[in-house]
Nanobody, 125 residues
Framework: QVQLVESGGGLVQAGGSLRLSCVCS????????MGWFRQAPGKEREFVAA????????DYGDSVKGRFTISRDNAKNTLSLQMNSLKPEDTAVYYC??????????????????WGQGTQVTVSS
C-alpha cells in the first residue's frame, strides 16, 4: 500500500476557493479508486468525492456537487480537490483515501484501505 500525504488546507472566507492535493508516496498507486472524505467536530466522516483511477469516472456527495471538482494525475500519483464557493459548513478535516478493491460505489468509507493524516479546511463567514 502507498502512503498518502495531503496538503493545501487553510483558512478562507466564505465564497473563496482552495485546492487540496494528495500525493501517493512509496510506490506507484495501482488501486482502483481514490477519494476525499471530511470530518467536522462531533460529526461522522462524510463522503466528499471519489474518482476511478483508470477511466476517471467521478462521484460527488450531494453537499458539494457543482462546487467541488476531483481530479487525478496518474503519472504524478497525485489526487486533487478543487473547492470553489466554499461555505462555513465545509469546515472540516479533509482526508485522502485509496481503495484497492473494485466497487461500483465509492461513497462508503469502508471501501477504502489507506488513509492520509488529513488537512484542516476552515471557512469563515
Amino acid at each position: 500500500q502507498v502512503q498518502l500525504v495531503e496538503s493545501g488546507g487553510g483558512l478562507v472566507q466564505a465564497g473563496g476557493s482552495l485546492r487540496l492535493s494528495c500525493v501517493c508516496s512509496g510506490r506507484t498507486f495501482k488501486g482502483y479508486a481514490m477519494g476525499w472524505f471530511r470530518q467536522a467536530p462531533g460529526k461522522e466522516r462524510e463522503f466528499v468525492a471519489a474518482i476511478h483511477w483508470i477511466g476517471g469516472a467521478t462521484d460527488y456527495g450531494d453537499s458539494v456537487k457543482g462546487r467541488f471538482t476531483i481530479s487525478r494525475d496518474n503519472a504524478k500519483n497525485t489526487l486533487s480537490l478543487q473547492m470553489n464557493s466554499l461555505k462555513p459548513e465545509d469546515t472540516a478535516v479533509y482526508y485522502c483515501a485509496a481503495s484497492y478493491t473494485y466497487y461500483s460505489d465509492y461513497s462508503d468509507l469502508r471501501h477504502f484501505g489507506s488513509w492520509g493524516q488529513g488537512t484542516q479546511v476552515t471557512v469563515s463567514s
